[in-house]
């Protein structure tokens, strides 16, 4: 079966009677949506300020490729292995943006029996949480347009707006546009654009912030231009749009509840891309998790040099976070797509491709023990056509290193596919302190700082750009210096060139283009042609999704 015809064949249960048994949420504390989705309130999560932190439990994963990894159908197969085992769990997942669900990826919700249901809900507007956000920043659009239109007494240089639309699509037509066309009676003409909703510094926020009046001040700290003399910023603040957007925000900022297969609890809030933003679900549903349960899943969007290093060096550096252990997921297809092969030969045994495809995972791996300074398991996400031969290559290889390597087959069996990678994981955060490093000192300048990234993680020589952005960097220094680097750069690759597989050494990274996303506290750097706002594939999953008269959705994977 599809995994739209598992999820939909699911026995679920309502939310409300599972927070109760599994974690004692009385009803008062939660506001449902439908029978199986539903928020907790902010109050109750305060409420628990004085509880015990569980152990926190980060997913990543090798470079994606088209072959897939599995990183949030590992999170769900470990969660629910870990229930299984006694262990209280919780998982917790970033919500799937509409951008990908209509485009490539046709959905992220888990897959085969380690899923998170109403799989259709989830993927297909949720709680409405997007679309608040995109509302919020877009309303902070419509005041700055207005301002200008009405006399622009803040002085603000129309060509130095620095803030964009959003819509949660991929639009590639609406990456630059023209507004205030027809007449002065239709505003200010000048050149605008629109990014894709999880690329916006509104979702950071949200998924950084600590509560409503934090998120409040984060709204109002964002930069959204320049006056005329080029060098004074313009706040939200200074439009009084701080308060308006954060009432727009009112509900999205309480995490969601929804359950496993299994039933077991999950939290999904947030959504950030990890190629153009910080990839994380939101630290008020982290920390929620921890104070409910003794362990705690988490998942970080693409690979290891994207989402684990902007959730150690962005969410963790801000938040208090403390990881004790890493599960990096690979398959045997995948590695040897980074190996040579092309998506169309993947289900035929090749020890040479998944040999040299190693390359990837090994490097991932070094990353995380040395540079991050976490223990690491390797999980084999398992597939049908894997060989014995195949497998027993990648864990001698892994022993090589002196990896821990568990096949799992949690897509197939579910939880109970994975009570081995479960045994070996608990094993080690039952037995380790949470100890480990940034990847850079917040000391270092900004230039230095994304050098660190790119030459220490993505193995390059050296880091270029124009004069225009060094001398921007150089500028930000003095008021933003200790601000982390979140790097914008294709997930494909450690390159910024997304056909370079395996494990590409000594190349350039460009950084294009900095923005400075004060609200979220942290810099953008864009690397190479990566795009804020993607575009459709020639064949849209869209074209297979339909629904029939009953109301059935169908093509959603």
């Known amino acids: 079966m599809s995994d739209i015809e598992i999820a939909q064949r699911a026995k679920m249960r309502p939310i409300i009677g599972l927070a109760k048994e599994h974690f004692g949420i009385d009803a008062e504390h939660l506001d449902p949506i439908g029978h199986y989705k539903a928020k907790i309130s902010l109050e109750y999560i305060n409420s628990l300020t004085d509880q015990p932190d569980g152990k926190l439990i980060l997913v990543t994963a090798i470079s994606p490729t088209p072959a897939g990894e599995g990183k949030t159908t590992t999170t769900v ?131 950084l912030a600590t509560g409503r009046e934090d998120l409040k001040n984060r709204l109002g700290r964002i930069v959204i231009g320049y006056k005329s003399d080029r060098i004074t910023p ?30 077991n609890i999950a939290i999904i809030h947030g959504g950030p891309f990890a190629n153009i933003a910080h990839g994380c679900n939101t630290v008020t549903a982290t920390k929620t998790a921890l104070k409910l349960a003794d362990y705690v899943v988490t998942e970080a969007g693409f690979g290891a040099d994207l989402g684990a290093e902007k959730f150690i060096d962005i969410k963790c550096r801000m938040s208090g976070l403390k990881p004790s252990a890493v599960v990096l997921v690979a398959t045997v297809r995948a590695l040897k797509f980074h190996g040579g092969l092309t998506k169309d030969e993947l289900n035929t045994e090749n020890l040479a491709a998944l040999e040299q495809g190693f390359s990837n995972l090994e490097r991932h791996y070094q990353n995380i023990t040395q540079h991050y300074g976490l223990p690491c398991v390797v999980c084999i996400n398992h597939f049908t056509f894997d060989t014995e ?26 939880g109970a596919g994975a009570e081995a990678l479960a045994n070996v994981v608990t094993d080690i955060v039952d037995h380790r302190e949470p100890e480990f490093t940034y990847v850079y000192d917040e000391d270092l300048s900004l230039w230095d700082k994304i050098e660190t990234i790119a030459t220490k993680l993505y193995g390059a020589k050296k880091i270029t750009a124009s004069a225009k952005v060094k001398s921007q960097l150089v500028e930000w220094d003095a008021d933003y210096g200790k601000f982390p680097i979140c790097i914008a750069k294709t997930q494909m690759s450690f390159s910024t060139n997304p056909n370079a597989k395996g494990a590409p050494s000594g190349h350039t990274v460009e950084i294009r283009e900095v923005k400075l996303a004060n609200g979220a506290g942290f810099i953008v750097a864009i690397a190479g042609d990566i795009m804020t706002m993607p575009g459709l594939p ?7 999704i339909d629904i029939d008269n009953d109301g059935k959705i169908t093509g959603l994977f």
């Open 77 to 207: 197969g470990l969660g629910d292995a870990m229930n299984r085992l006694n262990k209280k769990t919780i998982m917790c997942l970033r919500e799937p943006s509409l951008g990908p669900c209509f485009g490539v990826k046709g959905g992220a919700a888990g897959g085969g029996y380690s899923q998170v249901v109403p799989m259709e809900d989830i993927n297909l507007h949720f709680t409405g949480d997007f679309h608040a956000i995109g509302v919020a920043h877009n309303l902070l659009s419509a005041l700055i347009d207005n301002h200008i239109n009405h006399g622009n007494a803040l002085d603000i240089d129309p060509r130095r707006i620095q803030w964009k639309r959003v819509v949660d699509m991929n639009d590639r037509a609406l990456r630059n546009i023209v507004v205030g066309m027809g007449g002065p009676a239709n505003g200010y003409l000048r050149e605008d654009g629109y990014d894709i909703v999880v690329a916006s510094e509104v979702m950071a926020i949200l998924c």
């Open 234 to 263: 313009v706040y939200a603040r200074d439009l009084n749009a701080q308060g308006a957007m954060a009432a727009l925000l009112k509900d999205a900022i309480k995490p969601n509840l929804v359950q496993t297969l299994e039933n």
């Open 538 to 544: 020639k064949v849209p999953a869209a074209e297979r």
């Open 389 to 414: 031969a195949e497998i027993a290559l990648l864990q001698q290889k892994c022993a090589y290193l002196g990896a821990s390597c568990v096949v799992s087959k949690h897509w197939a069996e579910g």
